[in-house]
């Protein structure tokens, strides 16, 4: 059954969180002097003429208003990370495209659909880290594989081409900064993110996917990265540590 765009559980979706903006999903069209007009990217990084920031601020105070209704973090997480559609697709028109890009995703990974979901501003609609509204073709596409099969297949393989860390030339010209940090995210969050995952034929074959992904969205996104979650609670435990940048 198709999920109704307009509410969830009475709710407002984030495709119309500010007020003032218009259409089913066109979360990025703004009615002035009773006119539609489509924002442009540099119109999203902040134009007063639109009133850009007044606009993100009442998206952020709305998905407050939602966060604060879910104590718990990970059903937080799971409320506008997993129930919610992306705000990106819907502000572009693009609602086809989100459901084309999870196919091809869970095709790839061989995981459920509902297996694959979107984070960073293309879910919420602005960047909770960079303070600014999404961007079409500016912002990049931030998607996860929440699969504890694949999470121990990307595992393995880091594991076997490090040997167990061990050799870290196969991390190529990244630092021991970046390394630090990618085992970090292994061993605290439960999380694999592609780009940076060392070399090997397994690393090869998902960062060509990951490319190609991006080649053909350039209208939307400046580029799409996947990260591979152990499970759902890692996932929402990742998400929810970017709403306390919002939430407080």
């Not at 604060?68 to 990370?81: G, I, K, N, V």
Request: with cysteine.
């Amino acid at each position: 059954m198709r999920r109704d765009l307009s509410t969830v559980r009475g709710e407002p979706v984030l495709a119309r969180f500010v007020d003032g903006y218009t259409g089913a999903g066109l979360g990025f069209n703004l009615k002035v002097d009773g006119n539609v007009r489509a924002m442009s990217a540099t119109n999203l990084a902040g134009s007063e003429n639109v009133g850009a920031d007044a606009h993100l601020a009442r998206m952020k105070a709305k998905v407050r208003t939602i966060a604060a209704s879910y104590p718990d973090r990970e059903q937080r997480a799971r409320r506008l990370f997993i129930e919610e559609r992306a705000a990106a697709f819907a502000a572009t028109g693009h609602l086809e495209k989100e459901f084309k890009i999870k196919t091809e995703i869970s095709e790839f990974f061989g995981i459920p659909y509902s297996a694959v979901c979107f984070c960073g501003s293309a879910q919420l609609g602005f960047s909770a880290h960079k303070d600014r509204l999404f961007a079409p073709a500016v912002s990049d596409l931030d998607a996860a594989c929440v699969s504890s099969l694949v999470f121990q297949k990307a595992w393995a393989d880091v594991i076997d081409s490090t040997s167990a860390f061990t050799d870290l030339a196969v991390f190529g010209s990244r630092g021991a900064g970046e390394v630090d940090l990618f085992k970090d995210q292994i061993l605290r969050r439960g999380m694999i993110r592609v780009e940076m995952m060392p070399k090997s034929r397994l690393s090869k074959e998902w960062g060509s996917f990951q490319g190609d992904l991006s080649r053909r969205y350039t209208d939307l996104f400046k580029k799409v990265t996947i990260t591979i979650y152990m499970n759902e609670y890692a996932f929402c435990w990742k998400q929810d540590s970017a709403l306390r940048e919002i939430i407080g």
